[in-house]
């Protein structure tokens, strides 16, 4: 039975209850260390986390293995958001491991404990646990430091973060209260620091592979981040935000070695890849804006929703208009004033089947943020700026809206894609997205609704596929092109509500946080026909735990 929890105490053991050292390594905010169980099942392993590197390219120690005073291995008994514990049964605690800051472990035990560490090259070293333990420091270069510890000390500092950090959990509705503290605590184990940038702190789609702050994640991170955090929401939008081109552009990631904002940022491998035929734009000898769709005034509206900060709003509004003009100014690549994907990187669903023909494409969820996001400028420029001119962007909504609707394809009943002029017949997520826009025509709006609802298509047991299940190009497993995203069905809900729909809305969004629920985590991606992570998708994924968040708040 669900029990109503308020203390900061019960949210971290509660979240404790996911940390099982695979999918959810145990870790610490501005921390690049991961500590996993060991494969074989005895002890636990130690990597780093770092930008566009695989983890097991970042092996700092395959193996920390605790015996007792009879050299017997002890396994994980528990873990904690501040500990792993080691013993014989379940509540023992014979040796306990815990972070001395963010580069260091400290581990400690009973008299006659001793801990083997196992390096790659295949060294082993021993060391005693009784008294106050060892510090293992890990420096930027994975070479590995041990020193005498202070493990109480070390241990206290480390729950005392921790417990501060889910001091500031939001409270929702009973049922939901424990994936919600699982989810905040993926929120704060996702927090790195970007050391070219100063102290800044980016809230990463997950230390596992996607070390850096991406352009549409930071937006989604920032709106679930808002309800307990939003000083660290508006930080991440202020990172997203940092960099725009001369142009106005916004890059698609930010991270420590600099930004990816063109295929010039791509190793000439990577380049490569971006050729498409029958499109002279992606074109590898010719740079390829890179960036992530316009969704930037939403988030600012969103955070700005809990916590007001004129000031800082008006700056960053300034930014996200000349993001905005770039898109009218620099990716109507065809010049028919409705803006084009120069390439799939900057949809943020890359491997669409839209994507599956020539480029530039157009498409009806850009057409549709652009719609929404003049309005946002607009709505934000009447309460930030009063005296602001907003005709322009009012004007140009309306324009993009009527060009939208001429992408509606009334013989196949839904809005198609071009690929450089052509059309795209795939059945995909992204012909829904103009819901969102709440001034569609009657015909279309109901059309889309009796898509949503419709089994052969989207209406499926555990949510809303990317792709739909009556298009040949469905896969339940493969990215993009059919497993469940958190953050297309939050928007599609958006989408229902703007329409006149929220009694839909409310079911899609109860739909999503009990496929989270079931799914056992907040997973990247999940499979529509099991409810279940996708047998590729990243773990304890950055965006799915936010808006996870935020349809819990909504919900509670």
């Not at 109901?446 to 209406?459: E, H, I, Q």
Request: aromatic content about 8%; hydrophobic content about 40%; proline content about 7%.
């Amino acid at each position: 039975m669900a029990v109503a929890v308020t203390d900061a105490a019960e949210l971290a053991a509660l979240a404790g209850r996911h940390l099982d050292l695979v999918t959810a390594p145990f870790t610490l905010p501005r921390s690049r260390v991961l500590v996993f169980r060991a494969e074989d099942g005895e002890g636990v392993r130690v990597h780093t986390s770092e930008y566009e590197k695989r983890l097991s390219a970042c092996r700092v120690l395959d193996a920390v293995v605790v015996t007792d005073a009879a050299g017997q291995a002890l396994p994980v008994t528990d873990v904690l958001p501040h500990r792993i514990a080691f013993g014989r049964q379940a509540g023992d605690a014979s040796a306990t491991l815990t972070f001395d800051g963010p580069g260091a472990l400290s581990i400690a035990g009973v008299d006659g404990a001793r801990v083997t560490l196992t390096h790659p090259d295949g060294r082993e070293e021993q060391h005693p646990l009784s008294g106050t333990g060892i510090r293992i420091r890990v420096a930027p270069d994975r070479s590995v430091t041990v020193e005498a510890g202070d493990h109480p000390a070390a241990l206290a500092a480390c729950e005392r973060e921790w417990l501060h950090w889910f001091a500031n959990c939001p409270r929702v509705r009973d049922d939901l209260q424990q994936m919600a503290a699982f989810c905040w605590w993926v929120l704060g184990a996702n927090i790195v620091e970007l050391p070219s940038l100063g102290d800044a702190r980016a809230v990463v789609p997950s230390k596992i592979g996607y070390v850096g702050l991406w352009q549409w994640d930071a937006y989604f991170i920032a709106v679930g981040l808002r309800h307990g955090d939003p000083e660290l929401a508006r930080e991440q939008l202020e990172i997203a935000f940092r960099f725009p081109s001369p142009d106005g552009q916004l890059p698609d990631v930010v991270h420590e070695q600099g930004i990816l904002a063109t295929s010039d940022d791509l190793p000439e491998s990577d380049r490569a890849n971006l050729r498409r035929a029958g499109s002279q734009i992606a074109d590898p000898s010719k740079p390829v804006p890179l960036t992530k769709p316009p969704l930037a005034a939403w988030a600012l509206r969103k955070v700005l929703e809990v916590e007001d900060s004129p000031e800082w709003a008006r700056e960053q509004l300034q930014r996200v208009i000349r993001s905005q003009d770039w898109w009218f100014a620099g990716s109507d690549l065809d010049g028919d004033g409705m803006p084009e994907y120069g390439h799939p990187y900057s949809s943020g669903l890359d491997d669409s089947p839209i994507f599956d023909g020539p480029i530039p494409t157009a498409a009806p969820d850009l057409g549709a943020y652009l719609v929404c996001q003049d309005r946002e400028i607009a709505g934000l420029l009447g309460r930030y700026e009063p005296g602001a001119e907003t005709t322009r962007f009012l004007e140009r909504a309306e324009r993009t809206q009527g060009l939208l609707d001429e992408m509606w394809d009334a013989a196949a009943g839904r809005f198609l894609a071009r690929g450089a002029g052509e059309q795209i017949r795939s059945d995909t997520v992204v012909g829904l997205m103009p819901l969102r826009t709440g001034t569609l025509q009657a015909g279309i709006r109901d059309a889309l609704r009796a898509a949503v609802d419709d089994p052969a298509r989207y209406a499926l047991e555990w949510g809303l596929p990317t792709v739909a299940a009556s298009d040949p190009d469905f896969s339940p497993e493969r990215m993009w092109r059919g497993p469940i995203w958190i953050n297309t069905s939050a928007l599609i809900a958006e989408g229902l509500e703007a329409s006149g729909y929220p009694e839909r809305a409310r079911e899609l969004r109860e739909q999503t946080v009990r496929l989270v629920v079931h799914g056992g985590g907040p997973h990247e991606y999940y499979n529509p026909r099991t409810g279940m992570k996708a047998e590729r998708a990243t773990t304890a994924f950055g965006w799915s735990a936010a808006l996870f968040i935020d349809l819990a708040v909504a919900l509670s």
